[in-house]
C-alpha cells in the first residue's frame, strides 16, 4: 500500500480552506449534460470504472480533508489508502417527486439546480474525499431506432444523465473541472465491456504525488516591476451592493444558482460581433452587466468586477491537469462611467458603444494584468493561516467591495470527431459555484459545449440580491445576446 501524503495545498489551500470554516465559501462545480443509449447498468459500471481511472490519473483527487491543521491552523489534506464508492459517487434516479419545474425551467434543468444549490450550501466533512461526482439518470428522451424495435426501450432510447463534478476549491480550479471530464470521457470511450467491471473499495496500490502548488512554479517575490506598472489602486473606492457583510444566522445560508441557455447560433453571433470588435466574449458580457446594473441600481456609485484568470501557462502546467493555478484580476467602472450610461437610450447604438468600450478596457487590464503575472500581489500578499483567519473574521460587519464576478470556464468537447454518440456525449457544460458570503453579490459562470449551446450559470448567497434581479440579468443578457443574431 502507498504511503499517505499530507499538504495544505499551498497559498490557494489555505485561503479556501479558511474560508471554509468560516463559512464563508463551500465548493466549485463543473457539471457536464450527456447523453447515451447505454442500458443504465452499463452506463454506471463504465462510469466507476471511469472515476477510477481518473483517480489513478490525478493526484488532487487522492486527498480527504484531514482533522489535523498545522501550527498556524491551516487544514491539512492527507492521501486515502482506500475509498469506497458511496464516499465518491451520488446517484439520483429522476422522477417526478424529485422535481419541481420552475419558470420556464425543464423539469431535468430544475432537479440540476437543486441538486447544485444542496451540493454548494453542503460543508465538506472531515475524513472524506475533498471532491464528489453526482450523477442524475432522466428519463429517455427519443428513439434512435423507430419503433420498430421496443422490446428493449431502455437500450434503443437515448437517455440523459448529467454529471456534477463537485470539488472543494483548495485541491482545484474551475478549469480543473474541465479537465475531470475530458479525463473522464477518455476513458470511457477507451473502456471495453470485459474492462468496465471494477471492485469497492478502491485500493490506493500506488505512488500519490503532492499536489503541484502554484508558488513552486512561479517566483511571488519577484521585485522587479517598476512603479509604472504597478496596478490601479482602487479598493477605497465605493461599489454597488455596499452592503453590510454578516453571516447568515444559525443555519440559514443558503447557495443559489441560477441557468440561463444560449442557443448555438445566438452564440455564433455574439462572437462573431465580438471579434468585428476586437473584444472578447467575457468583456462583452462584463459591459452588458454592467448597463444593465446601472439601470437596475440607479444610485449605484460604481462596479468593482472580478474576473479569474489561469496562471498555467507561467506555471507550466497542463490544462488537462487538477490544480490550483490560478489568480483574479479586479476592474472599476466609476460613477461617472454610469451616469453616461444612463443619459443613453436602452437598446441604442450609443448604449452599444459604452458596452464595448467596457469590454475593450476590460481587455486592456486583463492585458496588463497577465503581463505582470509573475509578481500576482494577491497570491504574494496571502499571510499565514492565524493573520489570514483573523483578517477574515475582521471583514464582517464591513461594507461589501465586490460587485460580481465573471469566469469563462471555455469550451468542452467530445474526446473524437467520430466517437459512438450513442454511447456517450456532452451536450452541455456548465460551471457553478457556493454564493460568496463577504466577496461579490454574485457570480456569473461561462461554459460551452463546441457545436453547441452557451449555459449561463449566476450564482449568489441568498438574501444578498433579490431572486427577481437575478431573474431580470439573465432575461436581459440572453436578450441582447439573441439582438445581435437578428440585426436589431
Known amino acids: ?75 491539512i489534506f492527507a492521501s486515502f489508502k482506500e475509498v469506497d464508492r458511496d464516499d465518491l459517487i451520488e446517484v439520483i434516479n429522476y422522477s417526478s417527486e424529485t422535481s419541481s419545474e420552475e419558470g420556464s425551467e425543464s423539469a431535468a434543468d430544475s432537479l440540476l439546480r437543486q441538486r447544485l444549490e444542496n451540493a454548494h450550501t453542503s460543508f465538506w466533512p472531515v475524513g472524506k474525499p475533498a471532491w464528489r461526482m453526482i450523477i442524475i439518470h432522466h428519463p429517455t428522451e427519443k428513439s434512435l431506432l423507430g419503433e420498430a424495435a421496443q422490446s428493449d426501450s431502455e437500450t434503443l432510447e437515448e437517455r440523459r444523465f448529467d454529471i456534477a463534478f463537485v470539488f472543494h476549491h483548495a485541491i482545484a480550479d474551475g478549469l480543473s473541472g474541465l479537465a475531470f471530464h475530458n479525463t473522464m470521457m477518455k476513458h470511457f470511450s477507451l473502456i471495453s465491456d470485459a474492462s468496465s467491471k471494477v471492485k469497492w473499495p478502491l485500493v490506493v496500490d500506488w505512488d500519490v504525488s503532492l499536489p503541484n502548488l502554484v508558488e513552486e512554479r512561479i517566483d511571488l517575490n519577484n521585485p522587479q516591476r517598476s512603479e509604472s506598472e504597478q496596478p490601479a489602486t482602487h479598493g477605497n473606492q465605493p461599489a454597488w451592493p455596499g452592503d453590510t457583510i454578516t453571516l447568515p444566522p444559525g443555519n440559514g445560508y443558503r447557495s443559489r444558482v441560477h441557468m440561463a441557455i444560449v442557443p448555438p447560433e ?78 443613453t437610450q436602452p437598446q441604442s447604438s450609443e448604449e452599444r458603444e459604452h458596452v464595448v468600450q467596457i469590454a475593450k478596457d476590460f481587455s486592456e487590464s486583463m ?84 457545436g453547441g449551446p452557451l449555459t449561463l450559470s449566476i450564482t449568489w448567497s441568498n438574501g444578498v440580491v433579490e431572486d427577481q434581479l437575478i431573474n431580470s440579468l439573465s432575461l436581459y443578457l440572453k436578450r441582447s445576446m439573441e439582438r445581435l443574431s437578428t440585426g436589431e
Open 266 to 343: 445566438t452564440l455564433s453571433s455574439s462572437l462573431k460581433f465580438c471579434k468585428s470588435q476586437g473584444i472578447t466574449l467575457t468583456g462583452y458580457l462584463h459591459g452588458l452587466i454592467c448597463v444593465f446594473l446601472s439601470r437596475e441600481a440607479a444610485e449605484a456609485p460604481g462596479f468593482r468586477l472580478v474576473t479569474p484568470y489561469s496562471l498555467r501557462q507561467f506555471t507550466k502546467t497542463s490544462a488537462q491537469d487538477i490544480a490550483f493555478h490560478a489568480a483574479s484580476m479586479a476592474m472599476y467602472v466609476p460613477e461617472s462611467g454610469l451616469a453616461a450610461i444612463r443619459k
Open 1 to 75: 500500500m502507498a504511503e499517505q501524503k499530507t499538504s495544505t495545498f499551498g497559498i490557494c489551500g489555505r485561503m479556501f480552506s479558511i474560508a471554509h470554516d468560516l463559512g464563508y465559501y463551500r465548493s466549485v462545480a463543473v457539471t457536464g449534460i450527456y447523453s447515451s443509449s447505454l442500458r443504465k447498468v452499463d452506463l454506471e459500471q463504465r462510469l466507476d470504472a471511469s472515476v477510477q481511472a481518473a483517480i489513478r490519473e490525478h493526484p488532487a483527487l487522492c486527498y480527504i480533508l484531514s482533522d489535523q491543521t498545522t501550527d498556524d491552523g491551516s487544514t
Open 367 to 450: 492585458a496588463r494584468e497577465v503581463a505582470a503575472s509573475s509578481y500576482i500581489d494577491e497570491l504574494r500578499d496571502v499571510p499565514d493561516g492565524i493573520e489570514l483567519r483573523k483578517s477574515a473574521l475582521e471583514i464582517l460587519g464591513k461594507r461589501r467591495t465586490k460587485s460580481y464576478e465573471i469566469s469563462n470556464l471555455g469550451v468542452g468537447q467530445n474526446p473524437t470527431a467520430d466517437q459512438d454518440a450513442k454511447r456517450m456525449a456532452l451536450r452541455r457544460l456548465m460551471m457553478t459555484q457556493s454564493g460568496s458570503v463577504t466577496g461579490h453579490a454574485f457570480s456569473v459562470n461561462c461554459a460551452s459545449v463546441r
